[in-house]
């Protein structure tokens, strides 16, 4: 029984964890962050708990970014932007879903449940420090 009791606060240490960021964590970095506060946490009890939340859910994957899958626990309809170039990723301000929803399962005859949408290209800070560099191919 205190084994189940242990598990579960770890599986809601890890849910408030990504409740309390807007950063889109991978479990590795939830690992990092939840290590010195609970240390005898595995990488591996992250992986299994983030697929219950995920299961249940609680969570959603927000995709492959630079090899790892990044976590969520805004689970409205929203669209993210993902930085080529630092990994960042951030939530996309606008209303989903898009219009044309209806229009596609009228197109289709699929009933959706779901849908997600990615942008991706350089990041605000990305494209300063991109502008920054200087350009080698300048002829003067």
């Known amino acids: 029984m205190e084994t189940v009791r242990r598990t579960s606060k770890k599986r809601q240490a890890i849910y408030d ?4 960021t807007k950063s889109h964590p991978s479990a590795e970095q ?3 962050e939840l290590k010195n506060q609970i240390p005898d946490l595995s990488l591996g ?6 697929g219950v ?8 994957s927000v995709g ?12 409205a309809p929203h669209a993210h932007f993902i930085c080529t170039s630092c990994g960042k990723v951030d939530d996309a301000d606008m209303e989903l879903p898009l219009p044309g929803y209806g229009a596609f399962e009228e197109h289709t005859g699929w009933k959706l449940f779901s849908h ?3 942008f991706s290209g350089k990041c605000c800070d990305c494209l300063e420090r991109s502008q ?4 080698k191919f300048i002829n003067y």
């Open 17 to 20: 964890a990504l409740c309390a």
């Open 30 to 32: 939830l690992y990092m």
């Open 45 to 50: 009890t992250v992986y299994r708990n983030l």
């Open 53 to 60: 939340l995920m299961q249940d859910g609680l969570i959603i």
């Open 64 to 75: 492959n970014v630079d090899g790892q899958e990044r976590y969520d626990a805004n689970t």
């Open 116 to 118: 997600s949408l990615s």
């Open 132 to 135: 920054d560099l200087p350009n």
